[in-house]
Nanobody
Framework: QVQLAESGGGLVQAGGSLRLSCAASGLAVSTYDMAWFRQAPGKEREFVAA????????SYADSVKGRFAISRLYTKNTVYLHMNSLKPEDAAVYYC?????????????????WGQGTQVTVSS
């Protein structure tokens, strides 16, 4: 059974940093396209960052480029989202997602597996 467990969310001041973790079980993050999405209250879920199983250059939403970085650690079967220079508009529930078919990218519909999410709150 595939499970994605996000952690690392919390309350941070604007300008601060957080590192989100997505611990995977039942799949190997080295063979899946992995991504982070987020959903703020009253808004649709949106793409944040993705990394392909092949290790090609990660992709990012324009709103987080230069501030966020996605990475993975094979030995821990975990994907991370390093978030720096956080802004109040980054506040959302952040979700980890996995795609086995290699279609990945920014489209939510290509991801078969999702975690339950972790809340990020940014105070101004």
């Amino acid at each position: 059974q595939v499970q994605l467990a996000e952690s690392g969310g919390g309350l941070v001041q604007a300008g601060g940093s957080l590192r989100l973790s997505c611990a995977a079980s039942g799949l190997a993050v080295s063979t899946y396209d992995m991504a982070w999405f987020r959903q703020a209250p009253g808004k649709e879920r949106e793409f944040v960052a993705a990394i392909s199983w092949a290790g090609s250059r990660p992709s990012y939403a324009d709103s987080v480029k230069g501030r966020f970085a996605i990475s993975r650690l094979y030995t821990k079967n975990t994907v991370y989202l390093h978030m720096n220079s956080l802004k109040p508009e980054d506040a959302a529930v952040y979700y980890c997602a996995a795609d086995q078919r290699g279609n990945g990218g920014a489209s939510q519909g290509t991801y078969e597996y999702w975690g339950q999410g972790t809340q990020v709150t940014v105070s101004s």
